[in-house]
């Protein structure tokens, strides 16, 4: 075992580039070279490894933290600067005062931007917000995410009331006069139509204003019809 400290040492001071007596004096003086970084650092700043021969890690706390993602700082970096009131933006990629980012770990620009790409690429998050939006204006239930999908699938995107591409939902009976948030009672609609509609009864409001009916709308409505 003596022979294998010795040659441990030996190595450890052969890549620090010092005599076995320098690199001896500087660990007995309580120092440790990282090697990462490859600084002499207290030993203090490295984590202790009972399998080492020394009982500590081979690189510092800072080093140890952002071996994963050196562009990103570890928990031990982030405690200190929360504790000097800043936080880290992934956005800006800088330290920022803490009541300048959000929650979720940016600023709130980048939160932002990240939430509208999000929005944009996946369409799933998209059907969620925008039910999300319509149910908090309307205080009304929610339409699930499925059910979502069938209905705008069924009008292959498009109005129910036009052509043009949908982008709110619309309760072919109205929530004033009684409708619900079920299946048969929402159709997709573009913002012109869901606003004109507005509590009108259906086929009265498509004859005032010259539209075709859509016969998937028609299938939509008989079907209110039977379970309404």
């Not at 999000?118 to 149910?135: F, G, I, P, T, V």
Request: include cysteine; hydrophobic fraction near 30%; proline fraction near 5%.
């Amino acid at each position: 075992m003596a022979c294998t400290k010795d040659g441990g040492v030996k190595f450890a001071a052969r890549a620090a580039g010092l005599t076995v007596d320098e690199f001896t004096a500087r660990s007995e003086a309580g120092s440790k070279r990282c090697n990462l970084c490859q600084v002499w650092k207290p030993v203090d700043e490295f984590c202790v490894d009972r399998s080492r021969r020394d009982g500590r890690y081979a690189r510092c706390n800072p080093c140890r933290s952002r071996r994963k993602n050196p562009a990103r700082p570890g928990q031990r970096e982030r405690r200190e600067k929360r504790a000097q009131g800043l936080a880290w933006c992934r956005g800006c990629r800088a330290w920022l005062p803490c009541a300048e980012v959000a929650r979720g770990g940016a600023c709130r620009k980048h939160l932002a931007e990240e939430v509208r790409r999000h929005y944009k690429s996946n369409e799933a998050y998209r059907l969620r917000r925008r039910q999300h939006s319509h149910a908090k204006e309307r205080d009304v239930d929610p339409i699930p995410v499925e059910g979502q999908e069938v209905i705008l699938e069924l009008f292959d995107g498009h109005c129910a009331y036009c052509e043009r591409p949908a982008e709110t939902w619309d309760h072919v009976v109205a929530v004033a006069n009684g409708g619900q948030t079920v299946p048969w009672n929402i159709v997709p609609a573009c913002r012109s139509c869901n606003s004109s509609k507005g509590t009108s009864e259906l086929w009265d409001w498509l004859e005032k204003r010259g539209r075709a009916w859509n016969p998937y709308l028609v299938e939509h409505t008989n079907i209110l019809t039977r379970f309404g």
